[in-house]
């Protein structure tokens, strides 16, 4: 009888098509690979058994690939059989039945494996199947209840149907909220600063560097009291809001007197009828009245509205 060391030292050579080649990359690849090694070494002591004492990489690759489809159809043949019956797993009659469908005599199978000369190969060790890895996490995962069967596809992921809060609830305590606004005050004066010297004039404290700690140049104004005497914007927009209303209660008013001139019954068709120089002179003398300048103004006391 030959060597099994012989035998396994054909197959591990030819099981150099995955040492040989590049590694591979992924986790699904090194399974099959494995796999593949594991037929290779089950060919390699069958041949052993059969008396050879070494083999060719081609061949030992070609009884593999024979012992790797044979096995696969009939995986699948007794799959179909399997659900065929309206079962899910498949069991020993299906795998019988498949055998015999492909021409293999199954009163021989007890009988060779009870054979004296067979060899024991040691079980290879037990690698997880690749899993894939999830991308999101929440909640746990749900189980089929009593009345759904077991066959029954399991249930999604629960961060499919579960409300998960995307937002963080607003810091509500005081200093937090304080120093959160001086930070983003003082960046946004920094910003402003870094701008204002890129864009504009600057003034360095070192001679020599230029660029080191520059300044934003004071521009001198030739009236330097002119930016005293001229208003605001707002004081601007708080006298232009206050000669609307003004208009607007004046508008208000005359309104008011022509109605009740009109609604008279006693009045003449002539007093009836607005004159030309009823409420038009007064319009035009109040807007005569009205003087441009700001500063030569009378001073106005903005109204104040009470609320009902």
Do not use: W
């Not at 690849?29 to 290779?40: D, F, K, P, S, V």
Request: hydrophobic content about 35%; glycine content about 4%.
């Amino acid at each position: 009888m030959a060597d099994p060391a012989v035998a396994s030292g054909g197959s591990l050579n030819a099981g150099g098509r995955g040492s040989g080649s590049k590694a591979a990359s992924s986790p699904a690849e090194n399974y099959h690979l494995a796999r593949r090694r594991t037929l290779q070494v089950v060919v390699s002591a069958l041949l052993t058994e059969c008396g050879f004492e070494s083999a060719e990489k081609a061949a030992v690759e070609t009884l593999t690939e024979m012992m790797q489809s044979y096995i696969t159809e009939i995986g699948r043949c007794a799959k179909a059989y399997c659900e065929h019956t309206a079962r899910s797993i498949p069991t020993l009659s299906d795998t019988v039945v498949t055998l015999i469908e492909m021409g293999f005599n199954v009163d021989t199978l007890p009988v060779y494996a009870k054979r004296s000369q067979r060899m024991v190969i040691t079980a290879p060790p037990v690698t997880n199947p690749p899993v894939t890895p999830k991308a999101l996490s929440a909640g746990q995962k749900r189980t089929h209840p009593p009345h759904i069967p077991g066959h029954f596809p399991e249930f999604p992921d629960p961060h499919t149907y579960i409300k998960t809060p995307t937002f963080r609830e607003p810091v509500s305590d005081y200093q937090v909220v304080r120093e959160k606004a001086a930070t983003q005050r003082r960046d946004v004066e920094r910003a402003l600063t870094r701008f204002m010297a890129k864009t504009g004039e600057t003034q360095s404290l070192f001679k020599d560097d230029i660029t080191a700690f520059p300044l934003i140049a004071a521009r001198p104004s030739a009236i330097p009291y002119l930016s005293a005497l001229l208003p605001s914007e707002l004081e601007l927009q708080t006298l232009e809001e206050t000669d609307s209303s003004e208009q607007d209660d004046q508008t208000d008013s005359e309104n008011t007197a022509g109605n009740i001139i009109t609604d008279d019954p006693g009045a003449d068709k002539e007093n009836s009828m607005l004159p030309p120089s009823g409420v038009v002179p007064s319009t035009k003398a109040s807007e005569d009245n009205v003087i441009d300048n700001p500063y030569l103004r009378p001073v106005k006391k903005p109204k104040v509205r009470r609320k009902k």
